[in-house]
Structures are given as structure tokens and as C-alpha cells.
């Protein structure tokens, strides 16, 4: 324990606190398990906040990045690299989208998509005062644009003045949205399933609605997929389940499994209507490492038949969740999709969080009152099992 509060006393003089962190120190991790420097051992089912979709120690993956390595990791988009090409084939078959545009971040995905919508619009008439609808209590990323079509004012409050011409509506409240159109609107954004806000997924009638009007009136429909996405509600985009393409989608988080990477992709006809040479770039975005990664993620998601696990594993998770919301008079309900699902509270969920991890679990939040539960999506219903026994000790100690 020692060695452990050594390195947390060190963080907390070297790193900026912009994070109330739990007091452990991971060193490594094999398949769902994470451990300690003490050795400890842990059942994650946060996944680096939905990101290692994979697992930890995955070898092949591993070997992979070790290989690319020893080629070449950055040149700078100046110039093509095979990895960038094949992963943007790749992404392409996957999602059914028509152009890709490689970003390190979900955040900067997010830039990318707003910059892409506005400029859209502009072509269209030459204004500049276009107006984008986002949703209340959704989560976009901590940079200005993102932040600005977050809706959660407590994180935009001190970083006034945000960019301008937001409009906030209700998901899956049509009505809501109805009422922020104007002729000005050159986008409507949401997350298909909201994550840090609560882990509600969209309706069918809301999102089938959304795509008619935009259809109707030259709006674009951005999605953001940057936690939802890549398998974890059951198909590798949540709004494949609706049969809704959008114009514009974000994705990141598990893209990489664990190599920061994000993208940002696009109809044909918004590509060939908005960014152009000058207008978007960046330095590390698609480099050959990123790249190496999102090829191997791709590869191992339909080898492995990732997304039939969760389809299977998904349905045994929400049954055992919902026993524990039978059980508690203090769990309201659970809801989510796949494997991103969310126990409700009627009390802050903070004090069995940190139960469950000094019990070997890791959880995380979405909100004060709601436990997420976003694991590897290689978990069996072992796991589950698992994970319910230490969660379910933990609220009867209260």
C-alpha cells in the first residue's frame, strides 16, 4: 500500500486536479480483470469508460500495434499511409457511411462534425448564422464546440460565451424539437443512446421523426456513436437498430480499444457540400499507429464474433439486473440497451460504487443517481454472475 500512496501523493503534486480520482493504481490488465500495484485484482465493467471493447492483454492486437511500431507510427497527413486507407475501407463497410475523416479524439470528432454542418449550410446560402439543435442533458466532449451542444448547463456555466446559435430540445420529444426549428437550422445532434446523461436510448418514433424532418427541410442529422457505437448496443452502430442512416456520425472510444483515436464520418453528399482542402485538419489524426489499431479492432470484432456476444451475453446481463431491482426497494429501474445499461436509484449511487471497488468491481456513474454499466464486450455470463454477487453484497451492507 505503501508504493501505491507514494505514486497518488506524486499525481497530486505533478498532474492538474481536474479529476476527483479513486485512490488505486492500476498496472495491468488480462481479459476483464484489472489489477493493482499490490496485486489486486479487479472485475472491470467500465472498460476505460466503454473503451476496451477487447479486454486487456489481447494479443493479437498487441502484436499488432508492436508491428506497426516498428514500421512507422507518424508522417503527418501530408502524405497517404496504407493503415489510414484500409481503415477507412474498413470503416466504410462497416458503417455504410461514404467518407471518413481521422481525428484523436471523440471530442475533436465532435469540432469536426459541427465545422462540417456549418459549413454545409453556408454553401447552401452564404449566412453564417445557422443554427444547430442539440439535447438537453446530453454529453458531446469538454472542448468549446462539444461543450457548447452539451446540455448540461453546470458544464458550460463558467466557460461563457460558448459558440453561438445552440438550441436545446427534449430527446424523444418530437414537439421539443419542432419548436427550435427555424430556417437557420442546419443540424440536429444527439447521442442514440445518451450515456453520461442517464443511458436513455432513443425512441424508433423519435428518431424515425428527426430523419423525416431533416429530410424534409436540408437539416443534417448528426449522431454521435463516440460510446454507444462499435458493438455495444448489439449491432456496431446503436442507430443501425433503427434503420436510420444519418448525415454525419461520430465515433471514438472503442474504435481504438485503448490508442487514443476518433473519426468523424459522412454522407457523399455532405462531403461533397461542406469541408475542402484548408478547411479541417490535424496532425495526428489517422497516423499510421492510430490507424494500425482501428484495422485490428475491426478485424478481431468480426473474428471473434464480438457483436453476437453481446446480443447473447446483453440479454442474461439485464435479466440479473433486473432481479436486483426487484430485490432493493432503492433501485427504481434499469435501462439502457446491450452492454450499456443503467440501474436507477432513489439515492446517490457514489458510496456502493466505492463499496463495490474495495470489493474488487469497477463501476462509474452516469449521473448522481444511476450506476452505468459499460464492460468489455468479450464478457460471459460467468462474469455477470460475478459481477452481481460482489455488487449485490455490497447493498446489504447499507
Known amino acids: 500500500m505503501e508504493l501505491m500512496q507514494e505514486y497518488i501523493d506524486e499525481a497530486e503534486k505533478a498532474l492538474l ?20 500495484l499490490n496485486g489486486k485484482k479487479y472485475l472491470d465493467f467500465c472498460a476505460g469508460i466503454a473503451v476496451f471493447a477487447l479486454g486487456y492483454k489481447n494479443e493479437a492486437y498487441n502484436q499488432a500495434l508492436k508491428n506497426q511500431i516498428d514500421k512507422v507510427i507518424h508522417t503527418s497527413n501530408y502524405y497517404y499511409n496504407v493503415p489510414a486507407v484500409e481503415a477507412a475501407k ?12 481521422f481525428t484523436n479524439s471523440g471530442a475533436e470528432a465532435v469540432e469536426g462534425a459541427i465545422k462540417a454542418a456549418r459549413k454545409y449550410g453556408y454553401l447552401k446560402d452564404g449566412r453564417t448564422d445557422h443554427e444547430i439543435i442539440a439535447m438537453e442533458h446530453s454529453f458531446h466532449g469538454r472542448t468549446m464546440g462539444a461543450l457548447s451542444i452539451t446540455g448540461n448547463p453546470k458544464y458550460r456555466e463558467a466557460f461563457q460565451p460558448m459558440i453561438g446559435n445552440i438550441r436545446f430540445a427534449t430527446l424523444n420529444d418530437f414537439d421539443s424539437v419542432l419548436k427550435q426549428v427555424t430556417d437557420k437550422t442546419c443540424a440536429i445532434i444527439f447521442e442514440t443512446v445518451q ?7 432513443v425512441t424508433e418514433e423519435f428518431i424515425h421523426q428527426v430523419k423525416q424532418l431533416c429530410e424534409k427541410r436540408d ?30 456520425m461520430t465515433t471514438a472510444k472503442a474504435l481504438g480499444c485503448g490508442v487514443p483515436v476518433g473519426a468523424f464520418l459522412m454522407t457523399e453528399k455532405v462531403a461533397q457540400n461542406s469541408l475542402v482542402p484548408g478547411d479541417h485538419g490535424t496532425t495526428y489524426g489517422g497516423n499510421p499507429l492510430a490507424a494500425a489499431a482501428i484495422n485490428k479492432v475491426l478485424d478481431l470484432f468480426e473474428e471473434n464474433h464480438i457483436i453476437e456476444n453481446v446480443n447473447a451475453v446483453s440479454k442474461y446481463l439485464e435479466k440479473r439486473l433486473d432481479e436486483l431491482v426487484e430485490k432493493y426497494d432503492f433501485i427504481e429501474t434499469r435501462r439502457g440497451c446491450g452492454l450499456m ?14 463499496k463495490a471497488l474495495d470489493a474488487g468491481l469497477v463501476l462509474i456513474n452516469a449521473g448522481a443517481n444511476i450506476i452505468r454499466f459499460i464492460p468489455p464486450l468479450i464478457i460471459n455470463e460467468g462474469h455477470v454472475d460475478e459481477m452481481i454477487a460482489i455488487l449485490d453484497s455490497c447493498f446489504q451492507q447499507q
Not at 17 to 36: A, P
Not at 90 to 101: A, E, I, P, Y
Not at 195 to 201: A, F, H, K, Q, R
Open 195 to 201: 450515456g453520461e446523461g442517464g443511458i436513455y436510448p
Open 219 to 248: 437539416i443534417l442529422l448528426i449522431l454521435d456513436e463516440i460510446q454507444c457505437g462499435m458493438g455495444r448496443t448489439g449491432s456496431m452502430f446503436a442507430w443501425q437498430r433503427y434503420g436510420v442512416k444519418p448525415d454525419i
Open 90 to 101: 474498413k470503416l466504410q463497410q462497416v458503417s455504410g457511411m461514404d467518407r471518413v475523416f
Open 341 to 354: 445499461q443503467g440501474l436507477v436509484f432513489t439515492c446517490p449511487v457514489a458510496p456502493y460504487i466505492q
Open 17 to 36: 486536479h481536474t479529476y476527483n480520482r479513486y485512490q488505486i493504481v492500476f498496472e495491468k490488465g488480462e481479459g476483464v480483470y484489472l489489477y493493482d
